[in-house]
T-cell receptor
Framework: AQKVTQAQTEISVVEKEDVTLDCVYE???????LFWYKQPPSGELVFLIR??????QNEISGRYSWNFQKSTSSFNFTITASQVVDSAVYFC????????????FGQGTELSVKP | DVKVTQSSRYLVKRTGEKVFLECVQD?????MFWYRQDPGLGLRLIYF???????EKGDIPEGYSVSREKKERFSLILESASTNQTSMYLC???????????????FGPGTRLTVL
C-alpha cells in the first residue's frame, strides 16, 4: 500500500531561522510523482513543487529547496531564512502512474514562524 | 489565474439532511476532485472525475455521491448527512494536458461543513 508520512505535526521557529519539513513515502511502484502544497490560514492549498521518480535532482526556488532521495524514500523541504508569511500547514503528497491522478497526502506539518 | 470556487465557506446542516456542495472551475480542466480534510489525517480523496458524466471512487466514498453534468462543475452530495461527516471539504481541478494525470491540482478555498 502507498503511504506518505510527515512525522512533524507542528514546528515553531523564530523568523530568519532555517527549517526543514520531512516527508517519507512508501510505494512499490517505480513511476510516481511527489508534490508539496502550502495551506495558509485562508484554507486554499497552493502548489509548490512537483517531482517525478526519475528526477532526483534537488531543486531551489528562492528561499525554498527540496531534497529528493529515493534511497531513503524521502522528499524533504527546506525554507531558508524563514519569514512570518511562511506560517502555514504544509502537505507532502504522492501520486502513482496508474492511479488517475489520485493524490495520497501526508498528515501535514503546521509551521509557525514567530517574529 | 486558475480559479476554483466552492459554493459556501461555512455550512451547518442537521443529521439526515441531503447536502449539496458545489464546485466550479473556470479553466476548462478535465479532471476534478473532492477531498475531505480532518486534523491528523491530512486530505483524503472522496471521488474524482476525469470527464463529464464520469466518476471514480476515491479512498472514502461511503456516504457520498457526485455529479458532473458540465465540465466546469463537480458536485458532492451527502445523501443523508451524519455527524461523522463534519469536516472541511476541498475541491480541486487539474488539466489533463501534457502531464497527464500528474499535473498539479488547483484547489478551492474549502467548505467547512458542520452536521448537528
Amino acid at each position: 500500500a502507498q503511504k506518505v508520512t510527515q512525522a512533524q505535526t507542528e514546528i515553531s521557529v523564530v523568523e530568519k531561522e532555517d527549517v526543514t519539513l520531512d516527508c517519507v513515502y512508501e510505494t512499490r511502484d517505480t513511476t510516481y510523482y511527489l508534490f508539496w502544497y502550502k495551506q495558509p490560514p485562508s484554507g486554499e492549498l497552493v502548489f509548490l513543487i512537483r517531482r517525478n521518480s526519475f528526477d532526483e535532482q534537488n531543486e531551489i526556488s528562492g528561499r525554498y529547496s527540496w531534497n529528493f532521495q529515493k534511497s531513503t524514500s524521502s522528499f524533504n523541504f527546506t525554507i531558508t531564512a524563514s519569514q512570518v508569511v511562511d506560517s502555514a500547514v504544509y502537505f507532502c503528497a504522492l501520486t502513482l502512474y496508474n492511479q488517475g491522478g489520485k493524490l495520497i497526502f501526508g498528515q501535514g506539518t503546521e509551521l509557525s514562524v514567530k517574529p | 489565474d486558475v480559479k476554483v470556487t466552492q459554493s459556501s465557506r461555512y455550512l451547518v446542516k442537521r443529521t439526515g439532511e441531503k447536502v449539496f456542495l458545489e464546485c466550479v472551475q473556470d479553466m476548462d480542466h478535465e479532471n476534478m476532485f473532492w477531498y475531505r480534510q480532518d486534523p491528523g489525517l491530512g486530505l483524503r480523496l472522496i471521488y474524482f472525475s476525469y470527464d463529464v458524466k464520469m466518476k471514480e471512487k476515491g479512498d472514502i466514498p461511503e456516504g457520498y455521491s457526485v455529479s458532473r453534468e458540465k465540465k466546469e462543475r463537480f458536485s458532492l452530495i451527502l445523501e443523508s448527512a451524519s455527524t461523522n461527516q463534519t469536516s472541511m471539504y476541498l475541491c480541486a481541478s487539474s488539466p489533463r494536458g501534457s502531464g497527464g494525470f500528474y499535473n498539479e491540482q488547483f484547489f478551492g478555498p474549502g467548505t467547512r461543513l458542520t452536521v448537528l
